[in-house]
């Protein structure tokens, strides 16, 4: 699993990607690799489906299809949306099953390509943009406005009562038994650690009276930036929010591990910070 707390291997080349003739020489180097990514976000894999799978680039260079990732290793990594028609996998299984460059690459990919998909047209006066630095943002032709991708941030938190117990809720959408931390987005002008008081007294009534800093990780989905946090709650009563959350509990470890046991209660998946921030607490890695 991804800690996403080091220094990253994929190297973006952040300076030489804005030079049109550097990208399309990385293309044509020999090596270079092109992942492709298909309109449903799937990503080109392996016969095993645990890590992604690159293709040789072929053909001419074409900055409005073809988005610089970076370097890894010395190697150019491009990605465009495309059929799959070998295996694949969602980043939700990639995130599970695979880490270090290789996760970073799909990551960079499958929001690089649902940027360019879904945000094609400038915000200012409407005309179609074009890519710009190997892709990592669209130019207006008309206008001039340079548009990047969008990140939206979101808190989650893993609150702890004065019993050392961890609050789970549940939103009235999701499976039967499913449960995680409280997450939410943030809003505009608002701080992340203001975020975190409010989604957690608007879902569940709680006041928090200490919040640290756990560690983020990208979510594509299709742009979020899931921003962790721990959190000491003042009392442990809870008032639930009828509206976004359906149910809300503290758990002991003991009693979480019986109520997972008994599937009673389901995790969030693996490849989620949510799964992590509940194994770091299970696993008394919590400050
Ligand atoms: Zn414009």
């Not at 040789?56 to 495309?82: K, M, R």
């Not at 006066?125 to 340079?146: D, F, I, L, M």
């Not at 608007?202 to 928090?208: K, Q």
């Not at 503290?250 to 799964?275: C, T």
Request: hydrophobic share 45%; with cysteine.
């Amino acid at each position: 699993m991804q800690s996403w707390g080091s220094e990253a291997v994929l190297d973006r080349a952040d300076n030489r990607r804005k030079v049109p003739e550097w990208v399309s020489a990385q293309w044509c180097r020999s090596g270079a690799q092109l992942l492709v990514v298909d309109a449903e976000g799937q990503v080109a894999t392996d016969e095993t489906m645990s890590r992604p799978q690159g293709v040789p680039t072929s053909g001419n260079y074409n900055a409005q299809i073809h988005t610089f990732l970076g370097l890894v290793d010395n190697v150019p990594w491009f990605t465009a949306e495309g059929p799959v028609t070998g295996p694949r996998a969602s980043l939700r299984h990639l995130g599970a099953v695979s880490g270090g460059a290789a996760l970073e690459l799909v990551v960079g990919a499958v929001a690089l390509t649902a940027w360019h998909r879904l945000e094609p047209y400038c915000p200012g006066c409407g005309a179609r943009t074009r890519a710009a630095a190997g892709g990592v943002t669209r130019r207006c032709p008309a206008c001039s406005r340079v548009q990047f991708p969008r990140t939206d941030p979101a808190v989650i938190v893993a609150v702890i009562d004065p019993d050392d117990r961890l609050l789970l809720g549940r939103q009235a959408s999701w499976d039967r038994g499913r449960m995680s931390v409280l997450a939410g987005f943030v809003d505009a002008g608002e701080s992340l650690e203001h975020a975190v008081h409010r989604e957690v007294f608007e879902e569940a009534g709680v006041r928090l009276r200490e919040v640290r800093y756990f560690g983020s990780q990208p979510w594509p989905f299709p742009r979020s930036l899931m921003v962790g946090f721990v959190a000491d709650a003042a009392s442990s009563d809870i008032t639930i929010d009828r509206v976004e959350i359906e149910e809300a509990a503290w758990f002991s470890r003991a009693e979480l591990a019986s109520a997972l046991a008994e599937d009673r209660v389901r995790m969030p998946g693996p490849a989620s910070i949510a799964h992590r921030l509940i194994t770091a607490w299970q696993g008394r890695l919590l400050g």
